[in-house]
Protein backbone atom coordinates (compact mmCIF):
# COMPACT_ATOMS: atom_id res chain seq x y z
CA UNK A 1 0.00 0.00 0.00
CA UNK A 2 1.16 3.52 -0.48
CA UNK A 3 0.72 6.45 1.34
CA UNK A 4 -1.34 8.99 0.04
CA UNK A 5 0.33 12.85 -0.07
CA UNK A 6 -1.63 15.73 1.44
CA UNK A 7 -2.36 18.48 -1.61
CA UNK A 8 -0.08 21.02 -2.41
CA UNK A 9 -0.80 24.43 -0.72
CA UNK A 10 0.49 25.38 -4.89
CA UNK A 11 -2.03 23.54 -6.91
CA UNK A 12 -5.75 24.64 -7.45
CA UNK A 13 -6.12 26.76 -4.23
CA UNK A 14 -3.41 29.11 -5.02
CA UNK A 15 -4.80 31.12 -8.06
CA UNK A 16 -7.92 32.12 -6.55
CA UNK A 17 -7.31 35.61 -4.96
CA UNK A 18 -5.28 36.22 -8.15
CA UNK A 19 -8.59 35.33 -9.98
CA UNK A 20 -10.68 36.95 -8.07
CA UNK A 21 -7.96 40.26 -8.47
CA UNK A 22 -8.94 40.38 -12.30
CA UNK A 23 -12.50 40.23 -12.31
CA UNK A 24 -14.09 43.42 -13.44
CA UNK A 25 -16.37 45.44 -11.29
CA UNK A 26 -19.91 45.22 -12.36
CA UNK A 27 -23.57 46.95 -11.61
CA UNK A 28 -23.99 44.15 -9.14
CA UNK A 29 -21.25 45.40 -7.17
CA UNK A 30 -22.51 48.79 -7.58
CA UNK A 31 -25.94 47.79 -6.23
CA UNK A 32 -24.64 45.94 -2.94
CA UNK A 33 -22.18 48.86 -1.99
CA UNK A 34 -25.27 51.12 -2.94
CA UNK A 35 -27.49 48.98 -0.50
CA UNK A 36 -24.99 48.63 2.32
CA UNK A 37 -24.39 52.28 2.50
CA UNK A 38 -27.95 53.29 2.76
CA UNK A 39 -28.59 50.32 5.32
CA UNK A 40 -25.28 52.04 7.34
CA UNK A 41 -27.25 55.16 6.69
CA UNK A 42 -30.50 54.15 8.11
CA UNK A 43 -28.68 52.69 11.11
CA UNK A 44 -26.99 55.64 11.66
CA UNK A 45 -30.83 57.40 12.14
CA UNK A 46 -32.16 54.91 14.02
CA UNK A 47 -29.45 55.11 16.61
CA UNK A 48 -29.49 58.54 16.55
CA UNK A 49 -33.23 59.11 16.72
CA UNK A 50 -33.51 56.56 19.74
CA UNK A 51 -30.67 58.39 21.62
CA UNK A 52 -32.75 61.29 21.70
CA UNK A 53 -36.09 60.02 22.51
CA UNK A 54 -35.14 57.55 24.87
CA UNK A 55 -34.80 59.95 27.46
CA UNK A 56 -38.08 61.43 27.32
CA UNK A 57 -39.90 58.17 26.68
CA UNK A 58 -38.56 56.91 30.31
CA UNK A 59 -40.56 59.24 32.24
CA UNK A 60 -43.97 57.59 33.26
CA UNK A 61 -46.33 60.76 31.92
CA UNK A 62 -44.53 60.88 28.24
CA UNK A 63 -46.88 58.34 27.07
CA UNK A 64 -50.36 58.43 28.67
CA UNK A 65 -50.25 54.60 29.35
CA UNK A 66 -52.72 54.02 32.24
CA UNK A 67 -52.08 50.02 32.86
Do not use: F, K
Request: aromatic share 6%.
Amino acid sequence: MTAVSAPSPTAEGADIPARLDRLPWSRWHWRVVIALGIAWVLDGLEVTLVGSIGGVLERGDTLGLLA
